[in-house]
């Protein structure tokens, strides 16, 4: 999961849809759970790390 939301610009609903969840409730809920960060962060840290210097 955690795969999908880094290389897209498409908003946590959107990103859902396309992993079939129901909601982006429960991804994000899913996300949580099995990184341990939620996927606004996650796409934070992936942006920091790919960031022009």
């Known amino acids: 999961m955690p795969a999908t939301a880094a ?3 498409l908003p946590v ?3 859902a849809a396309r ?3 129901g ?3 429960t991804l994000r809920q ?3 759970s099995t990184s341990g ?3 606004s962060e996650y796409r ?3 942006d920091a790390r790919v ?3």
């Open 44 to 46: 934070r840290r992936c």
């Open 37 to 39: 960060t939620s996927p």
């Open 30 to 32: 899913r996300f949580a």
């Open 7 to 9: 290389p897209t610009d």
């Open 13 to 15: 609903d959107g990103v």
């Open 19 to 21: 992993c079939g969840f």
């Open 51 to 53: 960031a022009p210097a």
């Open 23 to 25: 909601s982006a409730v």
